[in-house]
Each structure stands twice: as structure tokens, then as C-alpha cells.
């Protein structure tokens, strides 16, 4: 995943207005006239202030006039860049930015102080890898050691970056995505305060251009983990890159370019063009910016233009998939049911965790219960099956509901992750929460290499596999279009009312959530030997049936087996644990019996008579004596 951050709204057609629109005389035979200046929308001492610095004298002598850097840093580089956008459109006032100037600030300011369009390329100068670097006071040497550390103590080492949006931000959340670790960020003004913060010992950690981090590694006052490109680097030939450190898929680099206000004459941005080229093609300059953890590079307006795009078209495809979750109770599931629906049909990932309670809105609300059992399995309108998952304490709230984002992609589906008032409001003691080891899991999406090998043959909703699943694709892996519809499509995600269409769509969605047993969290089985009673369960009842249990087995001589639910659709499990005991209570806090009746919906009718029910439902948590007497009297005792 490279985060070469490129150019959201800089569109072809603004290229090419910028490059041949000229609003003044062309003077491109004696130009320059005068000093040009280039503004750097960055503090000093960071990585764009050092490269520019070592570029500036080559195209100074190139342009025989004398190049004015003039540092205007500030609103993630909005200040230095509106600067430029203002500037008279002659050649002799320029933009040298990161591709991050087009990326960021447009996804996060709700208002543009200026359009990508008043600015004109003119060439690509540099891109530039980064590297994770910490303290020597962080006892970590590699790269798992770090994960380690971070993972057990969540939150306890911090690391630095330019600012909230900045892209050393970025490069350290991506990082905590894919080794599920968390640190605490601290922003500074620029990247310069980072490293000497690093150096005294008041920071433990950052990503950041690697020229900031190599003048430090000889004097052992840093210490480089890995690199973020797919490459080593000669300056540091001992550091691994990220997937060699054992971070799968983690790629980020910088580019740099130089661009001058729109409107500026098209044979001055040629010579500009022409004469950032030679210099970037200089030996002696291409060595010295290698020194610095960059390499040169130039191209023409075009190729900077079509890069930025093709970086801002990838990014967008990113934010496209990002994930979210929300959190509720039974009104709120009501509310949402018609879209519950479109999500099954349409096969839209989607979690919301579910905090049950006695409802619907009025009553008592503020009490718990398990009531939304069925409305939840079967939410929205026509044949509609949704995965649930059924946490039993506080630990495995957390786990599963980072589970069920997994299990939402995998699946492409509606998941509800089910618990109650009683966990989601009282305390409960609980297990250290521990981060997970493995990176995240987003089923079957084509990358571009797939979609071009499929070809016109790639249908959105096809069942290829026979697991019902189809395969998806994310924007901008220049995929055929479709529309994600609701149940009137075909395979071909074509709009359809033909009867077949609609019967083949229902029966792969049902095959579908016939692989999701296999992928849902399995039940916790207690079997005792020669035991004629089971007991199901789930949720927070849990604690309460455990107590039970011992209270039959202590006082009444009844031994019991325990299945705990831990999802819907049912594993093969639970059938099994009904047909090998005469008599199966079904334990669960509801009126009506809703998971007895999801039993009978999902099983073997000719073990119907064998489910027992005991009920729970004046709004407190159930209690292991109440369970224990409803039993003995339906056991006759």
C-alpha cells in the first residue's frame, strides 16, 4: 500500500488549462529577469527544507538568477500554497511541495482557501522514503520488539508527527492498523522539534523522512527499525524495510514537485521543465539527494499531473474502504431495518453492536434484557439472515466486535454484535484486553492485476467459488462499473425482474450464510459424561449459569452439560449437543423465547421436543438461584 499521496481534484482538464492558458506575453527567451523565489510551505529543517536547499543552487545556476527559498509554513501547508496561487503568473515565484499539499488538506477542510487548479506543474524533483526510528531509551531494537512493547503497554509510548493530518501521522496509524498497537500521538510544529525531542529523550518513536533520522544513526543517538519502501536504501544498508521487519503490505514514500501559479505562460513552464530536468540529472546532485534518503527524479508537467491524479484516485479508493461501526440498541435497529436490508441484498459490509435493553423506548429503558434477538437475525424486510455475535463478558465485547469488522468484509454482509444493558452499563471485572497479532482481513477483493486477468468475465455478484461469496472490488482498481443494488440485480450486478434472477440471488445469499459457520466464533462445549440435561446460554447469563450448574450438581445431585452460544448461524456443534441429551434448557433473558425459537427455526425438527425454556425478563440481570428453581420444576423436583 504505498501512501504516495498525490492529488485529489487536480484533474486532467485543469493540467492542461494550466499549461496552455498563459495570461501574459510569453517572455520565455530572457527569462528569468529577476531572482526567483520559491516558497516551501514547510518549516525549516525538515526533510522539504534540506532537499530544496540542495536542489536550489543547481537550478539557480541553471537559470543564471539567484534563488530566494522563503519558508511559509502553516495550515498543513495551505498558507505557503495560497501564497503561491496569488502570485503574478510569470515564472519568477514557485511552489516546491509534497504531493500531500493535493491529498490531505482537500479531505480535511471543509473550505478551501484554493482551488488545485490555479496551481500549474511543472516538474517531478524527488521522492523520498521514510523510516521508523526511536529513542535509545525505547528498549526495542527491532521492529517485532517494538509491537511487543507497544502491545503490552497499549498507549504507553508515544510518537511524534507534524500535526494532526500531517503525513507522519498517517504513516503511524497505518502502522498501528496493520500490527494492532497503539500509541499515543504528540504533534509538533515541524520535523525538526520531532527529532530533537526524539534526541532528548522526550519522544520514543516516529516515522519520518528519512533524512532527518540518517545524520543521527553513526552517533547511536537514534535507532532506525525499518524503512517504508519495498527497497533497502544504501545509506542504511542494515535497516530492513517494514515487510522484511514482518509489517505485511506497509509501503509509504514522499514525492516532491515543483509548480508555479496557473495561468503562467507555456513556454516558461517549458523552460522551467527543461531546465529542472538537467539539473536533477546532474551526477553529483543525484548522489547528494540519494545521501539524504531521496532520489532525484524529473518528468515532464504531464507525467507530474498524471501522477498526483493516479495518487489521488488510490487514496480515494482507501477512504472508500474505510471502516466504521456504530453502536445502539433495539430502537435504533429498528430504525435502520430498511437499510439493514439493503445491505444484504446489495452485500455491503457493516457492523452495529447492539446494547439490548428492555424496550422499545419507553418503560424502562435503562434496563437490560435480551430481547432483540429475532428482530436483529431476520432485520429489514423479505428473507433476510444476519450473523450475530453473542459476547458473554466485557473481554470478549472487544474481541468480537474487532472480529466482526473482519467477519462483515469476509462475508460482505450486515453483522450485529449482541450485548446487553447489564455489560454494556454495570461493572464486570475483566481480562487485560490484548491487541491483536494478525493484520486485518478484507475477504475477496480483486486488486487491479485480478481485475484486468478476469476481464468482461468478473461479474460483482457471481458465486465463483461455491461458498456463495462473491468477489468485490474496491474504487479506483479500474474495474468495469456497477451499481450496488438491492435485490433486483443479476450476477452481472445488472438490473433485473426476471424470476430466476431473483431465486438464484436468494439461494447463493443463503449459501453464503451457510460459510458463515465456518467463520463465525464457535461455542464453548462442556460435556459431561452421562449427563441426560444440557443447558444453553449466552451472553451475560453466563455467570449466572455457571453458579447454577454447581448449585443443581452440590444440592440436587443433577448433573448438567453447558453449551454457551457464541454466534448465530449455528455450528454443527449445537445440533449435536441438543441430539445427545434428553432434555436441553434454553436459558435467556426475553418474554418469548427468541433463541429457543431461532433453535427450532435453524434445526432438526424432530428435536423440537427436547427444548426447554427458562425466561428471565423484569429487567435486572438474571441470577443463578432463579435459574436453579426453574429447572427443579420442570425437572418434577
Not at 522539504?48 to 539557480?60: F, M, N, T
Not at 501559479?261 to 530536468?277: S, Y
Not at 429498528?334 to 423506548?361: D, I, K, T, W
Amino acid at each position: 500500500m504505498p501512501l504516495n499521496f498525490r492529488t485529489p481534484g487536480l484533474s486532467s482538464l485543469a493540467v492542461a488549462a494550466a499549461l496552455v492558458c498563459g495570461a501574459h506575453e510569453s517572455r520565455a527567451a530572457d527569462f528569468p529577469t529577476k531572482p526567483v523565489r520559491i516558497v516551501l510551505p514547510f518549516s525549516a529543517g525538515g526533510a522539504p527544507d534540506v532537499l530544496l536547499r540542495i536542489v536550489a543552487p543547481h537550478l539557480s545556476d541553471k537559470w543564471k538568477q539567484p534563488v530566494v527559498i522563503e519558508n511559509r509554513p502553516g495550515a498543513n501547508t495551505n498558507i505557503g500554497t495560497v501564497l503561491v496561487t496569488k502570485a503574478e503568473p510569470d515564472g519568477h515565484t514557485l511552489l516546491f511541495t509534497t504531493d500531500g499539499t493535493f491529498i490531505f488538506n482537500p479531505l480535511i477542510y471543509s473550505s478551501m482557501p484554493y482551488a488545485v487548479s490555479e496551481l500549474a506543474p511543472i516538474s517531478l524533483v524527488a521522492t523520498a522514503h521514510h523510516m521508523l526510528a526511536v529513542g535509545t531509551h525505547v528498549p526495542a531494537t527491532t521492529v517485532a520488539e517494538l509491537v511487543a512493547l507497544a502491545r503490552s503497554k497499549p498507549g504507553a509510548i508515544n510518537y511524534g508527527s507534524t500535526g494532526p493530518a500531517s503525513i507522519q501521522r498517517l504513516q503511524m496509524e497505518y502502522f498501528m492498523a496493520l500490527t494492532g498497537t497503539q500509541f499515543t500521538h504528540v504533534p509538533f510544529k515541524g520535523a525538526n522539534e520531532t527529532t530533537m525531542a526524539m534526541l532528548a529523550n522526550q519522544m520514543d518513536a516516529t516515522i519520518t523522512a528519512s533524512s532527518n533520522v540518517l545524520p543521527h544513526l553513526p552517533t547511536g543517538k537514534l535507532r532506525a527499525l525499518a524503512i517504508t519502501t519495498v527497497d533497502r536504501t544504501p545509506q542504511a544498508p542494515d535497516v530492513p524495510t517494514m515487510q522484511e521487519a514482518g509489517v505485511k503490505g506497509y509501503e509509504t514514500y514522499s514525492v516532491f514537485g515543483l509548480f508555479a501559479p496557473a495561468g503562467t505562460p507555456k513556454d516558461i513552464i517549458a523552460r522551467l521543465n527543461a531546465e529542472t530536468i538537467k539539473a536533477m540529472n546532474n551526477p553529483e546532485l543525484k548522489s547528494f539527494v540519494q545521501s539524504q534518503g531521496a532520489e532525484a527524479a524529473a518528468g515532464t508537467p504531464e507525467q507530474l499531473g498524471a501522477l498526483f491524479i493516479g495518487d489521488a484516485a488510490y487514496l480515494r479508493g482507501l477512504t472508500a474502504g474505510a471502516r466504521s461501526l456504530t453502536s445502539t440498541s433495539g430502537p435504533g435497529v429498528s430504525l435502520m431495518s430498511e437499510f439493514a436490508g439493503l445491505a444484504y441484498y446489495a452485500e455491503v459490509p457493516a457492523v452495529v453492536c447492539n446494547v439490548q435493553r428492555v424496550g422499545p423506548s419507553t418503560g424502562l429503558p435503562t434496563r437490560t434484557a435480551q430481547g432483540d434477538i429475532l428482530s436483529t437475525a431476520v432485520n429489514s424486510h423479505g428473507d433476510t439472515k444476519h450473523p450475530l455475535l453473542l459476547p458473554g463478558s466485557v473481554e470478549e465485547c472487544y474481541e468480537m466486535t474487532m472480529a466482526s469488522l473482519d467477519l462483515a468484509e469476509k462475508l460482505q454482509t450486515m453483522v450485529y454484535v449482541m450485548s446487553d444493558l447489564d455489560l454494556g452499563m454495570n461493572t464486570w471485572m475483566s481480562n487485560t484486553f490484548t491487541y491483536p497479532a494478525a493484520p486485518i482481513e478484507r475477504g475477496k477483493v480483486l486488486d487491479e492485476a485480478k481485475v484486468r486477468e478476469l476481464g468482461a468475465s468478473w461479474g460483482r455478484y457471481k458465486d465463483v467459488d461455491g461458498d456463495g461469496i462473491p468477489w468485490r472490488s474496491l474504487p479506483d482498481t479500474k474495474a468495469p462499473a456497477y451499481f450496488t443494488r438491492g435485490s433486483g440485480h443479476n450476477a452481472m450486478a445488472a438490473y433485473s425482474e426476471k424470476p430466476d434472477d431473483y431465486q438464484n440471488n436468494l439461494d447463493r445469499l443463503a449459501r453464503k450464510f451457510e460459510t458463515a459457520k465456518h467463520l463465525v466464533p464457535q461455542p464453548v462445549v462442556d460435556t459431561v459424561a452421562g449427563a441426560s440435561i444440557g443447558i444453553i446460554a449466552y451472553g451475560s447469563t453466563d455467570p449466572a449459569l455457571v453458579e447454577s450448574r454447581d448449585q443443581l450438581k452440590e444440592e440436587h445431585g443433577i448433573a448438567t452439560s453447558y453449551l454457551r452460544l457464541r454466534a448465530y448461524p449455528f455450528t454443527a456443534d449445537v445440533h449435536e449437543f441438543i441430539r445427545r441429551h434428553d432434555r436441553v434448557y434454553v436459558v435467556e433473558q426475553n418474554r418469548d423465547a427468541q433463541m429457543r425459537s431461532l433453535l427450532l427455526m435453524d434445526g432438526d425438527p424432530s428435536q423440537a421436543g427436547k427444548l426447554r425454556s427458562v425466561l428471565h425478563y423484569n429487567g435486572l440481570p438474571i441470577d443463578a438461584r432463579s435459574i436453579t428453581d426453574a429447572i427443579l420444576k420442570q425437572e418434577g423436583k
